[in-house]
């Protein structure tokens, strides 16, 4: 599964950006997806994840109720919806699959070693 993010931008807080990853490779339903990002100087986190059924999520406390992740198997593409944006959440955003496949299934995982195939990272920079 190879992965190209777009979508990044400039944007005041308060706003909102809608990144996207699209994938190929016809295995990309099968695997879980999740968003990471790291700021300059730090390491890099985890965001959001989504199973390869698109029925189980998670996110991290700091974009808990801000972010919104999602799938469309059918076009091979992810999304990260962002909305009320804040400075600290600037920083450069990358999708990745699952190392392993699960076709149909309710895996998540948080951790960056259970991620295989990486997409390039789009930046997003919030202004304040």
């Known amino acids: 599964v190879q992965l190209q993010a777009s979508g990044g931008g400039l944007v005041q807080a308060g706003g909102s950006l809608r990144l996207s990853c699209s994938a190929s490779g016809r295995t990309f339903s099968t695997h879980a997806v999740a968003w990471f990002r790291q700021a300059p100087g730090k390491e890099r986190e985890f965001v959001a994840v989504?199973?390869?059924?698109?029925?189980?999520?998670d996110y991290s406390d700091s974009v808990w109720g801000r972010f919104t992740v999602s799938r469309d198997n059918l076009k091979n593409t992810m999304y990260l919806r962002m909305n009320n944006l804040k400075p600290e959440d600037t920083a450069v955003y990358y999708c990745a699959a699952s190392r392993i496949s699960y076709p149909g299934g309710s895996y998540i995982s948080p951790r960056m070693e259970d991620y295989e195939h990486w997409g390039q990272g789009t930046q997003v920079t919030v202004s304040s």
């Open positions: 989504m199973s390869s059924n698109g029925r189980n999520t």
